[in-house]
């Protein structure tokens, strides 16, 4: 006979609720300042708490889920690859992590593609690269900017340039310097005869969403040039299609030629960075990082110095593989280029209505800031647009992201739009 299932009663949620919690607070280190949800399971961009509430999900696993949750296709892709081999070590070639690496190059330009797990270890990944390019002539300085963020690992906390992650890890790794963002003169001034590579977030997303102006970017090659200095990107959260092309520099650089033209043909002709980090969206949620580096330095990091034990396994590969093509066939950078101008468009009409509560909207495709007056602290605001049932994520002090999946519809971007703009009117009303 058929089971008869019963929703579950609210104080049955209620207890499931408590009971994850106190499994939190008795047995996860606290490094984190969680939102008071539990999220059970996801659908396209929907996610839903074990209360059966329902969230939009702007927030994307903050950035990650390219295809929102559950998408069949990345489903299969894991249930048929691991069905054939889920690891093997890289002792041996496999086919998906060959075949991912091409995707990368061909979207870039020649080079080579390392895999690692997550942004920070991509960004470990180009340090090692920098320094061994340096080694030589006792160069080993990798210049940075204020604001920027590049991950946990204590190398990435001493290129982070915001001192609240570096706070009690005393003494940094050394080689570390921070200059001003998109300010080349501060960048030309702190070239030293140790500086062996600048690495830089082509748009700062932790921080609040801040883009480099193409001329930086520019100007910023042609000082590596002059300097025989590395131009590293990290593209781990702006990266995979999130701006409308590949990597976000591709997007800015095209946008000061009116961003008609196809971004590889620009990146040749007016520039190239040397090597690139990349994860989140790569993986879709399955955690995979990469670096791509430019065929003239593809030997730097030679056999034996440098590994990854879970770098590039078939299964990872083949879900990101499955992303690129999906995306491709769907359009869906189109999709993050011209929703993500729709919701940027909007908001900053809502901007316009309330300049009390708004303080500026800024960004481009799916990567959004909406900067409010500084009396709001951003995690409240988020807090409160979860009562909205809408996620989000926070950003610097007063900052709200959007950083949603490609595949986000224009119907949900209008509904996210309607749950923002009423708690901004409700803001107002509050503060007459
Ligand atoms: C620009 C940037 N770099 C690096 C990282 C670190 O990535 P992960 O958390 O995967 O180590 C992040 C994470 O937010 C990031 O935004």
């Keep these: 006979m058929k089971e008869i299932l019963q929703p579950p009663t609210a104080a049955i949620v209620q207890n499931e609720t408590k009971r994850v919690r106190e499994l939190f607070d008795k047995n996860v280190v606290p490094s984190y300042a969680r939102f008071d949800l539990v999220l059970e399971r996801g659908e396209g961009n929907y996610v839903w708490d074990a209360d059966g509430n329902r969230y939009l999900d702007l927030a994307g696993g903050i950035a990650v889920c390219s295809l929102g949750h559950a998408h069949p296709e990345i489903t299969t892709a894991l249930t048929e690859q691991s069905r054939k081999l889920i690891h093997v070590s890289n002792l041996y070639y496999t086919k998906p992590q060959g075949q991912l690496a091409k995707r990368i190059v061909d979207q870039i330009a020649p080079g080579r593609v390392f895999f690692c797990n997550s942004g920070a ?15 030589d002539h006792g160069r080993y300085e990798i210049t940075t900017t204020t604001d920027s963020f590049h991950g946990r690992t204590l190398a990435g906390i001493a290129a982070t340039g915001q001192e609240k992650v570096k706070k009690g890890f005393a003494p940094a790794v050394e080689g570390f310097r921070q200059v001003p963002f998109n300010d080349l003169d501060a960048m030309r001034n702190a070239i030293t005869k140790s500086t062996a590579a600048i690495l830089i977030e082509p748009v700062q997303g932790e921080s609040g969403v801040t883009i480099a102006t193409p001329e930086y970017l520019i100007g910023l090659r042609r000082l590596c040039d002059q300097h025989n200095l590395l131009l590293m990107f990290d593209e781990v959260q702006a990266g995979h299609f999130r701006t409308g092309k590949f990597q976000s520099w591709q997007t800015i650089v095209a946008s000061a030629s009116g961003g008609r033209s196809d971004h590889r043909q620009d990146a040749d002709a007016t520039m190239l960075p ?4 990349m994860a989140k969206s790569l993986g879709g949620g399955f955690p995979i990082g990469a670096f791509w580096v430019r065929e003239k330095y593809a030997d730097v990091l030679s056999a034996g110095t440098h590994a990854s034990t879970f770098g590039g396994t078939p299964l990872g590969c083949a879900v990101a593989l499955k992303i690129f093509e999906v995306i491709e ?3 869906l950078a189109d999709n993050a280029r011209e929703t993500g101008a729709f919701l940027l468009g909007e908001l900053q009409k809502v901007q316009q209505r309330f300049p009390n509560i708004v303080k500026v909207v800024r960004g481009f495709g799916f990567m959004i800031g909406i900067e409010l007056q500084p009396e709001f602290k951003a995690g409240e605001i988020v807090k ?7 996620l989000t994520v926070p950003a610097g002090a007063s900052v709200i992201r959007l950083l949603p999946a490609l595949n986000l519809r224009r119907s949900e971007a209008e509904e996210g739009l309607r749950l923002i703009e009423s708690l901004v009117r409700d803001l107002a009303r509050e503060k007459k």
Aim: proline share 0%; hydrophobic share 35%; aromatic share 6%.
């Design 329 to 331: 066939r769907e359009n």
């Design 274 to 277: 040397d090597a690139v980090s």
């Design 384 to 390: 409160q647009l979860h009562r909205r049932n809408v």
């Design 121 to 135: 270890e991509a960004n470990e990944g180009l340090f090692k690269l920098a320094r061994k390019f340096g080694h």
